[in-house]
C-alpha cells in the first residue's frame, strides 16, 4: 500500500482511539469502584443500548474480515460460517437470555453455583471461561496483525508483532481503567461504526452489477476458478468424509456455541431486569443478522472484483478481502476514492479489533477475580479486592492472547473463532442447560460436564491438522495428527453432555430440590434476581 493509505489509515484509526480512551478516562473518573460497577456497569444499560453493545461484542474480527476472506475463497461454503453465527442467536433467546439474567449475577458460574457447592463448579466454570476467551482473543489479534501486513505491504512483520502488543495494551488500559461501563460504551460505538461502513461498501457493490445479485454470482463464479462449483456445496467440506464430517463439526460449533461464550452472556447482566435481556436480544439478532447478510455480498464483491488469487496473495487465509474489495471499489489503488474507502475500512476493522478484545478481556478477568480467585481463597473476597484482581488479570490474558496470536498470525480468524465456539459449546453449553432445565443435576455431574467437555475439546485441537501436519498448520514441519477433523465439536460437544448426565447418575450426592425448585422460580419469574 502506498505511504497515502497508511497515513489516513493510521489517522483515523488514532481518532477512534483517542474517543474511546475518553470514554474510559470519563468513566474512571465517575465510578464508585464496586463490583457491580465493573462486572455490570451498574446495570443501567436500556436494551437499545444493550443491544448495539451485544452486537458490537458479537461482530467482531471473525466477522467482518474472516468471513467475507473464506466466501471470496470458497464461495458457498465460506456462508456456512454467516447462517452458523446467526441462527444461534435463537438459541440465545430462545434458552438463555431472560434465564441467565434471573439466575446469575456477573459470570456463568453463579448461575450453576446458585444450587451446587459453589468451590469445584466456580473453579471449573472459571478455567472453561478463561480457555474459551483466550482462543477468541487469539482470532482478532491475528486480524490485528493482518490489517498491518496489508497496510505496510506484507514486509513488516516486527510493525506486524508490535501491532498485536499494542492491541493488547489498549485493551488492558479499556479494561482496566473503565470497566464494563466504558467497554459498553465504546462497543456501541464501534458497532455503530461497523454497520456503517459494511452498508457503505455492501451498496457500492450492488450499484456495481446494477443491483442485479445473480450478476454478482456469476462474475464471482467465472472468475473464482471453480465455475459452478463455487456456488455448490462441497468446495471446501466436499470430497471425502472428513471433510464432511467437518463441516457438520463446525455447524454444531457455531450453532451452539454463542450461548456459552462468557462475553456474552456477562452482557445480559448489564440490563435491570429480564425482560430488558430478551429485549436486548431481539435487538442484537436484527442488527447482527443485517449485518451477517451483508458479509455475503461482500465476499462474493471480493471474489467478483478483487478475484481469488489476488486475495491469497495478499493474505493466504483470506483475512483482507474486504479492505482490498474497498480499494477497488473506490477507484483503485492510486485513486483518491481508493485510498480514502481503504482507509475508512481498515480504520473501522481496527476498531472492530479494539472493542472486541476489550468485551473478551473484561469477561475472563470477571471470570479469574470473581470465580477463580474467591473460590481460592479460604475467606470470601471483599469486592474490591476481586475488581484489583480483575485488573491484574487483564494484564495477564493479554499477555496470553498476545503472544498465541503471534503464533497463529497465519490462520484465517473465522476460523479460529469456530474453535472457540466449539470449545463454549463443549463445555459451558452442557452445564449451563443442565442447571437450568435438569432437576436431578449434581455438583459431580456439573464439573463432569465442564471438563467432559473442555479438555476433549482442547486435546483433540493439539493433535488435529490446526496445529501440525499441513502448510497451513501453527506447527507445519511436524506431524503429530492422530485427529482427523480440524474442528472437534462433532466429538467433544456430546462428550460433554454425556460427562454431565454420567457425573449425576453415578454420583453420590443427591440432588437438592429445594434449591432447584428456587432456582425456576427464580429463572421464570425473576424473583430474587440481583
Given at each position: 500500500?502506498?505511504?497515502?493509505?497508511?497515513?489516513?489509515?493510521l489517522a483515523?484509526?488514532?481518532?477512534?482511539v483517542?474517543?474511546?480512551?475518553?470514554?474510559?478516562t470519563?468513566?474512571s473518573?465517575?465510578r464508585?469502584?464496586?463490583?457491580?460497577?465493573?462486572?455490570?456497569?451498574?446495570r443501567?444499560?436500556?436494551p437499545?443500548e444493550?443491544?448495539?453493545?451485544?452486537?458490537g461484542?458479537y461482530?467482531?474480527?471473525a466477522?467482518?474480515?474472516?468471513i467475507s476472506g473464506?466466501?471470496?475463497?470458497?464461495?458457498?461454503?465460506?456462508?456456512?460460517?454467516?447462517?452458523?453465527?446467526?441462527v444461534?442467536?435463537?438459541v440465545?433467546?430462545?434458552?438463555?437470555a431472560?434465564?441467565v439474567?434471573?439466575?446469575?449475577?456477573?459470570?456463568l458460574?453463579?448461575?450453576v453455583a446458585?444450587r451446587m457447592?459453589?468451590r469445584p463448579?466456580?473453579?471449573?466454570?472459571?478455567t472453561?471461561?478463561v480457555t474459551?476467551?483466550?482462543?477468541?482473543l487469539v482470532?482478532?489479534?491475528?486480524?490485528?496483525?493482518?490489517?498491518?501486513?496489508?497496510?505496510?505491504?506484507?514486509?513488516?512483520e516486527?510493525?506486524?508483532?508490535?501491532?498485536?502488543?499494542?492491541?493488547?495494551?489498549?485493551?488492558v488500559?479499556y479494561?482496566?481503567l473503565?470497566?464494563?461501563r466504558?467497554t459498553t460504551?465504546?462497543?456501541?460505538?464501534?458497532?455503530v461504526?461497523?454497520?456503517?461502513?459494511?452498508?457503505a461498501?455492501?451498496?457500492?457493490?450492488?450499484v456495481?452489477?446494477?443491483g442485479?445479485f445473480?450478476?454478482?454470482?456469476?462474475?464471482a463464479?467465472?472468475?473464482s476458478?471453480?465455475?459452478?462449483?463455487f456456488?455448490?456445496?462441497g468446495?471446501?467440506?466436499g470430497?471425502?468424509?472428513?471433510?464432511?464430517?467437518?463441516?457438520?463439526?463446525?455447524g454444531?460449533?457455531?450453532?451452539?456455541g454463542?450461548?456459552g461464550?462468557?462475553?456474552?452472556l456477562?452482557?445480559?447482566?448489564?440490563?435491570?431486569?429480564?425482560?430488558?435481556?430478551?429485549?436486548s436480544?431481539?435487538?442484537?439478532?436484527?442488527l447482527?443478522g443485517?449485518?451477517?447478510?451483508?458479509?455475503i455480498?461482500l465476499?462474493?464483491g471480493?471474489?467478483a472484483?478483487v478475484g481469488?488469487d489476488?486475495?491469497?496473495?495478499?493474505n493466504a487465509?483470506?483475512?483482507t478481502?474486504v479492505?482490498?474489495?474497498?480499494?477497488d471499489?473506490?477507484?483503485?489503488?492510486d485513486?483518491?476514492?481508493?485510498?480514502?474507502?481503504?482507509?475508512?475500512v481498515?480504520a473501522?476493522?481496527?476498531?472492530?479489533?479494539?472493542?472486541v478484545?476489550a468485551g473478551i478481556?473484561?469477561?475472563?478477568?470477571a471470570?479469574v477475580?470473581?470465580?477463580l480467585?474467591?473460590?481460592?481463597?479460604?475467606r470470601?473476597a471483599?469486592?474490591r479486592?476481586?475488581?484489583?484482581?480483575?485488573?491484574?488479570?487483564a494484564?495477564?490474558v493479554?499477555?496470553v492472547?498476545?503472544?498465541?496470536?503471534?503464533?497463529a498470525?497465519?490462520?484465517?480468524?473465522?476460523?479460529?473463532?469456530?474453535?472457540?465456539f466449539a470449545?463454549a459449546?463443549?463445555?459451558?453449553l452442557?452445564?449451563?442447560?443442565y442447571s437450568?432445565?435438569?432437576?436431578?443435576?449434581?455438583?459431580r455431574?456439573?464439573v463432569?460436564a465442564?471438563?467432559g467437555?473442555?479438555?476433549?475439546a482442547?486435546?483433540?485441537v493439539?493433535?488435529?491438522?490446526?496445529?501440525?501436519?499441513?502448510?497451513g498448520?501453527l506447527f507445519?514441519?511436524?506431524?503429530f495428527?492422530y485427529?482427523?477433523?480440524?474442528?472437534?465439536?462433532?466429538?467433544?460437544?456430546p462428550?460433554?453432555?454425556?460427562?454431565?448426565?454420567?457425573?449425576t447418575?453415578?454420583?453420590?450426592?443427591p440432588?437438592d430440590?429445594?434449591k432447584h425448585?428456587?432456582?425456576?422460580?427464580?429463572?421464570?419469574?425473576?424473583?430474587?434476581?440481583?
Amino acid at each position: 500500500m502506498t505511504e497515502e493509505h497508511q497515513t489516513l489509515a493510521l489517522a483515523l484509526f488514532s481518532c477512534f482511539v483517542a474517543v474511546t480512551l475518553g470514554i474510559t478516562t470519563w468513566v474512571s473518573r465517575h465510578r464508585r469502584g464496586s463490583a457491580e460497577e465493573f462486572y455490570a456497569g451498574g446495570r443501567l444499560f436500556s436494551p437499545l443500548e444493550n443491544g448495539f453493545a451485544i452486537a458490537g461484542d458479537y461482530m467482531s474480527a471473525a466477522s467482518f474480515l474472516g468471513i467475507s476472506g473464506l466466501i471470496a475463497l470458497y464461495g458457498y461454503d465460506g456462508m456456512l460460517y454467516s447462517v452458523g453465527f446467526l441462527v444461534a442467536w435463537l438459541v440465545v433467546l430462545f434458552l438463555v437470555a431472560e434465564l441467565v439474567r434471573n439466575c446469575g449475577r456477573f459470570t456463568l458460574a453463579d448461575v450453576v453455583a446458585a444450587r451446587m457447592r459453589e468451590r469445584p463448579v466456580r473453579i471449573a466454570a472459571g478455567t472453561s471461561s478463561v480457555t474459551v476467551s483466550v482462543l477468541y482473543l487469539v482470532a482478532q489479534m491475528v486480524g490485528a496483525g493482518s490489517l498491518v501486513a496489508l497496510l505496510l505491504g506484507g514486509t513488516g512483520e516486527a510493525a506486524r508483532a508490535w501491532t498485536v502488543v499494542g492491541v493488547g495494551a489498549l485493551m488492558v488500559v479499556y479494561v482496566s481503567l473503565g470497566g464494563m461501563r466504558a467497554t459498553t460504551w465504546i462497543q456501541i460505538v464501534k458497532a455503530v461504526l461497523l454497520l456503517g461502513g459494511t452498508l457503505a461498501l455492501t451498496a457500492l457493490v450492488l450499484v456495481r452489477f446494477h443491483g442485479d445479485f445473480n450478476q454478482l454470482l456469476l462474475s464471482a463464479a467465472g472468475r473464482s476458478g471453480h465455475g459452478e462449483a463455487f456456488l455448490a456445496p462441497g468446495l471446501k467440506y466436499g470430497g471425502d468424509w472428513t471433510a464432511r464430517l467437518d463441516f457438520i463439526s463446525l455447524g454444531l460449533a457455531l450453532v451452539l456455541g454463542t450461548a456459552g461464550l462468557p462475553h456474552i452472556l456477562s452482557r445480559f447482566y448489564t440490563v435491570p431486569t429480564a425482560r430488558a435481556a430478551r429485549r436486548s436480544t431481539v435487538w442484537a439478532i436484527a442488527l447482527i443478522g443485517g449485518f451477517y447478510l451483508m458479509t455475503i455480498v461482500l465476499g462474493f464483491g471480493a471474489a467478483a472484483l478483487v478475484g481469488p488469487d489476488a486475495v491469497r496473495q495478499s493474505n493466504a487465509a483470506g483475512n483482507t478481502a474486504v479492505p482490498l474489495l474497498a480499494l477497488d471499489l473506490g477507484g483503485g489503488p492510486d485513486s483518491t476514492g481508493g485510498t480514502v474507502l481503504f482507509a475508512v475500512v481498515a480504520a473501522v476493522a481496527f476498531a472492530t479489533i479494539l472493542a472486541v478484545v476489550a468485551g473478551i478481556t473484561l469477561a475472563s478477568s470477571a471470570s479469574v477475580s470473581h470465580d477463580l480467585y474467591a473460590s481460592l481463597r479460604r475467606r470470601r473476597a471483599k469486592p474490591r479486592s476481586e475488581v484489583a484482581v480483575a485488573r491484574c488479570a487483564a494484564v495477564g490474558v493479554g499477555a496470553v492472547a498476545i503472544a498465541l496470536g503471534l503464533l497463529a498470525k497465519d490462520l484465517n480468524v473465522a476460523f479460529l473463532v469456530g474453535l472457540a465456539f466449539a470449545v463454549a459449546a463443549s463445555a459451558n453449553l452442557p452445564v449451563l442447560l443442565y442447571s437450568l432445565f435438569w432437576r436431578r443435576f449434581t455438583t459431580r455431574g456439573a464439573v463432569w460436564a465442564v471438563y467432559g467437555g473442555l479438555v476433549p475439546a482442547v486435546l483433540l485441537v493439539l493433535v488435529s491438522p490446526v496445529v501440525s501436519g499441513g502448510p497451513g498448520a501453527l506447527f507445519p514441519d511436524a506431524d503429530f495428527r492422530y485427529f482427523p477433523l480440524q474442528n472437534p465439536g462433532l466429538v467433544s460437544i456430546p462428550l460433554g453432555f454425556v460427562a454431565g448426565w454420567l457425573g449425576t447418575v453415578t454420583s453420590a450426592e443427591p440432588a437438592d430440590r429445594a434449591k432447584h425448585a428456587e432456582t425456576e422460580v427464580r429463572a421464570l419469574t425473576g424473583a430474587g434476581a440481583v
